[in-house]
Structure formats: C-alpha cells, structure tokens
C-alpha cells in the first residue's frame, strides 16, 4: 500500500510542475502555477505516450523538463539529511543533491508509467500571505474510479520570490518523510559516502515498466 501511495505521490508531483510553463506560469502564486502547470503536464503525458511505449527512459526526459524547474531539490535533500548534515562536507552535500535529485526523478518516472488520462483540479485556497510555507490541495479525477485528494507542500524563495515544492502528502503519508525514514537511516548507518554510491547505482539502472 504505501509503494503504492509513494508511486502516486511521484506521478502527481510531476503533472503539478511542469516546465513547460516556466515562462507564462505565474510563480508569485501557487495556487495558480499548479493548476496551470497541471494542464499543460498532461498535455505532454499524453502527447509523449508513443514515445513513452517505444523507450520507457523518456519518462525521465518528461520528469527531467516537466518537473525539476519547479522543485526545491536542495531544500529537499537537506531535509533528507538532517541534522547529519552537520557531519557532511560541501562536496559531500552537492554529490547528495544530484544523486538524490535523480533518485527522484526515477521514482517519479516509473509512477508515470500507466498515467496519462487524469485530469487534476486544484482547489482553491487562502493566499499565503507572510508565509514562506504554504499547501496546495487537489483532487485527481479518472472516469469510473473514486477521487483522490492530495495536498502539496510548497516554499517560497525569499529573495526570488518563486515558490517551489518540496513534499507532498498522501492518506496522511509524506513522501519527504519517507525519504527521511528511508535514507536518514542508511546514512547514519553507513555513512553518506556509502549512500551516495548506492543511489548512484540505482539511478544508473534502465527504467522498465511494470505490467
């Protein structure tokens, strides 16, 4: 059950941010960057499908392009590593940050795999006012199945003034946190230096999609 929340979680993150939109998305406001990302996203989830079937790693381009511009992957790792990241070094820290970047984008493409037919509605919300933290929620619709409602945790930059996400929450599950749960202890036991090794041969391995 919670691979499956996890993998959701990865797929509705990468239809909420797309690049796509970076030039006309208006990033002064999360309420409405996602909802516009999230239209043009599936656009090109649907769009890309013949791609997708013939060489399933172009679900990593999509991630790639559609969904890195709009997460704070730097705030995100930090978060991962805690207050471990008083142990690390500068070159340790980055090397975490590419390895665990593209860690995400592979759990995020293989979510997408089987996904191309939803439609999100965001729903409307309070502006965040002095708040650098705010939650964006949203249902995902499918014809003939239940409604799932998520919630989308963004931060905003304070001398750009973007927002950016960094977690998303699912039947009271957080993906940041599971990542936490799942690496934190690794590196503790381990050593960061270990860890950025295995994430590194795990990113390396091709995508396959699952029947």
């Given at each position: ?10 797929l ?8 796509a939109t970076?030039?006309a998305a208006n990033?002064s406001?999360p ?12 656009a ?6 013949a791609q997708?079937?013939?060489n399933p ?8 392009e ?5 997460v704070?992957?730097r705030?995100a ?17 980055d090397a975490f940050?590419?390895?665990f970047?593209e ?7 293989d ?6 037919k939803?439609t999100?509605k ?6 965040p006012g ?11 619709k ?14 905003k930059?304070?001398?750009t003034g ?6 998303m929450?699912?039947?009271g599950?957080?993906?940041l ?9 690794l ?5 960061i ?8 041969e795990?990113?390396?391995k091709?995508?396959?999609?699952k029947?």
């Amino acid at each position: 059950m919670f691979k499956k929340i996890a993998l959701l979680l990865g797929l509705i993150t990468s239809m909420l941010f797309s690049a796509a939109t970076l030039a006309a998305a208006n990033t002064s406001d999360p309420y409405a960057l996602v909802d516009q990302a999230a239209q043009q996203t599936f656009a090109r989830l649907k769009s890309d499908q013949a791609q997708v079937k013939s060489n399933p790693d172009h679900l990593r381009v999509i991630i790639r392009e559609e969904l890195l511009p709009y997460v704070d992957n730097r705030f995100a790792a930090y978060k991962v590593l805690g207050n471990q990241i008083k142990e690390t070094t500068p070159a340790q820290r980055d090397a975490f940050v590419e390895v665990f970047t593209e860690y995400m984008v592979s759990s995020y493409a293989d979510a997408l795999a089987h996904f191309d037919k939803q439609t999100v509605k965001v729903q409307p919300g309070k502006a965040p006012g002095d708040s650098n933290i705010t939650a964006v929620n949203v249902s995902v619709k499918e014809a003939g199945k239940p409604d799932i409602f998520l919630e989308f945790k963004l931060r905003k930059n304070n001398k750009t003034g973007e927002w950016k996400a960094f977690d998303m929450v699912a039947e009271g599950i957080s993906l940041l946190s599971a990542k936490q749960n799942e690496l934190g202890g690794l590196i503790r036991q381990n050593g960061i230096d270990a860890v950025i090794a295995q994430l590194r041969e795990h990113n390396a391995k091709p995508l396959v999609i699952k029947s």
